[in-house]
């Protein structure tokens, strides 16, 4: 039987970057294929030359025994190859089946392709009403209209990228019994991924690379996560280390009765959230994405003020109605979800992005930059936590993200805040990056802080959290302590299913 896929020393090279240097690998038919790596390691690059939405320099691609010459999507669709992106490209003013419409080819039949999203979406135990707005949908259900788009087109080789990053426990193994059943089918897939443990449950072949080179090949369901981990870095990987917390007698950021009105028919009012995060703690918040995080978050850090000063105090100061700089000035650090644009400026170096929020540490007298202070001030958070660029004239853009999240991280641990707030602080980085990042966060809070960690990832909020909540159509759940749940009880929380069983009363403290 020929491979479904063969790569035969595909290499691309950008200026200054060799992305794939000689990359090899074959995926046979009906298998699940792991694509492993740390950030940077050349992962994207070479789904992208597969898809045909860039082209390699060198090296052959093979598909169905026939080789393929320079392409780009529209012959990948063409051959059976599809793909869905971590980030999904759905218009959400209009129905599921117009936005399916879009993609297809053939005549313009909404009719008859409704009935064809509803047969293909419940054989595939994936059920999605063709008709509803995009904007109605949750995170979950947008991934089903983003798989039954490419189930139509009776792919060969379908290609995942991250494609659990958003998922409740519960959706993860609903996924996965979809997958096994293309895969049973004859149905190629290549996945994308840093959660391993998934990889491990899932894939029958991983191809590792390391700096753009395939550094080997293994059985998943035969190693451990371990060992895969160990495969990406080339040594072990640091485990995450933290002492019980020792909490301030006050809290030190605390929100009383939040409540806000959607902006638009796309958003999440918030209902009368209240919470306290206290010195030396880590609070992590927990829900799936769209459900009110980036509304509360923007509150907290600035972005919005509330229409009362009293609902969000900071060390005891009412905060609500101050902006993001005076915030920042009585002790407030913020890591937002978005490194790119807001929690960097892409083109600007390391050292213009050191002062965006540094520039109160002697970078900055009588209106004049002091260059010397700043570039200082970039190359120690490099050095410090491991960030691998260019020196402090690195663009942020050329950045891997892992890295450029090592540096947003650090940039605002290094102003010693009082009160850290970080929005999904390792989303698409990987084994490495994430753990420096999640120690970094646990040695600022037993320094003294308050930490409120807002992330999707649940492994990593059993990691390295003391207490959590959950967030859900715009509601938050009472307090409980990590000890006293597990990830089936929050993941049932994140639907709206299921109280936790270790409670304090509504809107109380678990301590």
Same mark, same amino acid.
């Given at each position: 039987?020929?491979?479904?896929?063969?790569?035969?020393?595909?290499?691309?090279?950008?200026?200054?970057?060799?992305?794939?240097?000689?990359?090899?690998?074959?995926?046979?038919?009906?298998?699940?294929?792991?694509?492993?790596?740390?950030? @940077?390691?050349?992962?994207?690059?070479?789904?992208?030359?597969?898809?045909?939405?860039?082209?390699?320099?060198?090296?052959?691609? =093979?598909?169905?025994?026939?080789?393929?010459?320079?392409?780009?999507?529209?012959?990948?669709?063409?051959?059976?190859?599809?793909?869905?992106?971590?980030?999904?490209?759905?218009?959400?003013?209009?129905?599921?089946?117009?936005?399916?419409?879009?993609?297809?080819?053939?005549?313009?039949?909404?009719?008859?392709?409704?009935?064809?999203?509803?047969?293909?979406?419940?054989?595939?135990?994936?059920?999605?009403?063709?008709?509803?707005?995009?904007?109605?949908?949750? =995170?979950?259900?947008?991934?089903?209209?983003?798989? =039954?788009?490419?189930?139509?087109?009776?792919?060969?080789?379908?290609?995942?990228?991250?494609?659990?990053?958003?998922?409740?426990?519960?959706?993860?193994?609903?996924?996965?019994?979809?997958?096994?059943?293309?895969?049973?089918?004859?149905?190629?897939?290549?996945?994308?991924?840093?959660?391993?443990?998934?990889?491990?449950?899932?894939?029958?072949?991983?191809?590792?690379?390391?700096?753009?080179?395939?550094?080997?090949?293994?059985?998943?369901?035969?190693?451990?996560?371990?060992?895969?981990?160990?495969?990406? =870095?080339?040594?072990?990987?640091?485990?995450?280390?933290?002492?019980?917390?020792?909490?301030?007698?006050?809290?030190?950021?605390?929100?009383?009765?939040?409540?806000?009105?959607?902006?638009?028919?796309?958003?999440?009012?918030?209902?009368?959230?209240?919470?306290?995060?206290?010195?030396?703690?880590?609070?992590?918040?927990?829900?799936?994405?769209?459900?009110?995080?980036?509304?509360?978050?923007?509150?907290?850090?600035?972005?919005?003020?509330?229409?009362?000063?009293?609902?969000?105090?900071?060390?005891?100061?009412?905060?609500?109605?101050?902006?993001?700089?005076?915030?920042?000035?009585?002790?407030?650090?913020?890591?937002?979800?978005?490194?790119?644009?807001?929690?960097?400026?892409?083109?600007?170096?390391?050292?213009?992005?050191?002062?965006?929020?540094?520039?109160?540490?002697?970078?900055?007298?009588?209106?004049?930059?002091?260059?010397?202070?700043?570039?200082?001030?970039?190359?120690?958070?490099?050095?410090?936590?491991?960030?691998?660029?260019?020196?402090?004239?690195?663009?942020?853009?050329?950045?891997?993200?892992?890295?450029?999240?090592?540096?947003?991280?650090?940039?605002?641990?290094?102003?010693?805040?009082?009160?850290?707030?970080?929005?999904?602080?390792?989303?698409?980085?990987?084994? @490495?990056?994430?753990?420096?990042?999640?120690?970094?966060?646990?040695?600022?809070?037993?320094?003294?802080?308050?930490?409120?960690?807002?992330?999707?990832?649940?492994?990593?909020?059993?990691?390295?959290?003391?207490?959590?909540?959950?967030?859900?159509?715009?509601?938050?759940?009472?307090?409980?302590?990590?000890?006293?749940?597990?990830?089936?009880?929050?993941?049932?929380?994140?639907?709206?299913?299921?109280?936790?069983?270790?409670?304090?009363?509504?809107?109380?403290?678990?301590?």
């Amino acid at each position: 039987m020929n491979p479904r896929l063969e790569l035969r020393d595909i290499s691309k090279r950008y200026p200054g970057v060799v992305a794939n240097d000689q990359v090899s690998l074959s995926v046979m038919p009906g298998e699940i294929h792991a694509v492993l790596g740390e950030n @940077g390691a050349g992962k994207s690059t070479l789904m992208k030359i597969i898809y045909g939405a860039i082209g390699a320099d060198e090296g052959e691609m =093979v598909f169905d025994g026939t080789p393929i010459a320079a392409h780009g999507p529209a012959v990948s669709r063409a051959l059976g190859i599809e793909m869905v992106y971590q980030h999904f490209a759905l218009f959400e003013s209009v129905s599921v089946v117009e936005n399916i419409a879009l993609c297809v080819s053939g005549p313009f039949d909404l009719a008859g392709l409704s009935v064809q999203v509803r047969d293909v979406s419940e054989k595939y135990g994936l059920p999605i009403d063709p008709h509803r707005l995009v904007h109605d949908l949750s =995170v979950g259900e947008r991934q089903r209209v983003e798989i =039954v788009r490419c189930l139509l087109q009776d792919p060969k080789l379908l290609i995942l990228d991250e494609p659990t990053s958003v998922l409740t426990p519960q959706a993860v193994a609903k996924l996965f019994e979809t997958l096994r059943q293309l895969a049973s089918e004859g149905c190629s897939l290549l996945y994308i991924s840093h959660k391993l443990d998934e990889v491990q449950a899932l894939c029958d072949t991983a191809t590792v690379l390391r700096n753009g080179r395939v550094t080997g090949t293994a059985e998943p369901k035969k190693s451990t996560p371990t060992k895969l981990a160990r495969m990406m =870095v080339g040594a072990d990987l640091p485990e995450t280390h933290h002492g019980k917390a020792i909490t301030s007698g006050k809290p030190k950021l605390s929100v009383k009765g939040l409540m806000t009105s959607a902006d638009d028919q796309f958003g999440i009012g918030l209902k009368n959230i209240s919470f306290d995060v206290f010195g030396g703690e880590i609070v992590g918040i927990a829900g799936v994405s769209g459900n009110g995080q980036a509304e509360l978050v923007s509150c907290l850090s600035g972005e919005t003020p509330t229409k009362t000063a009293h609902v969000i105090t900071l060390d005891g100061a009412d905060v609500g109605q101050m902006d993001a700089g005076h915030r920042r000035r009585l002790g407030l650090a913020f890591v937002p979800e978005e490194r790119l644009g807001r929690g960097a400026v892409p083109p600007h170096h390391l050292s213009d992005n050191a002062m965006l929020t540094g520039h109160r540490l002697g970078m900055v007298k009588n209106g004049m930059i002091n260059r010397g202070a700043a570039n200082a001030y970039a190359s120690d958070i490099m050095q410090k936590y491991n960030v691998k660029a260019n020196g402090h004239e690195a663009v942020a853009s050329s950045l891997s993200g892992g890295n450029l999240q090592k540096f947003i991280v650090g940039r605002e641990i290094e102003l010693a805040p009082h009160v850290l707030i970080v929005s999904q602080p390792t989303w698409g980085v990987d084994v @490495g990056a994430a753990a420096f990042v999640r120690q970094a966060l646990i040695d600022l809070s037993r320094s003294g802080a308050a930490v409120l960690v807002v992330s999707e990832e649940l492994d990593e909020l059993f990691e390295i959290c003391d207490r959590l909540l959950v967030i859900c159509q715009g509601e938050i759940s009472p307090s409980v302590d990590r000890a006293d749940t597990d990830v089936e009880e929050i993941g049932l929380l994140m639907t709206g299913l299921n109280t936790p069983s270790s409670v304090a009363p509504s809107g109380g403290i678990s301590r």
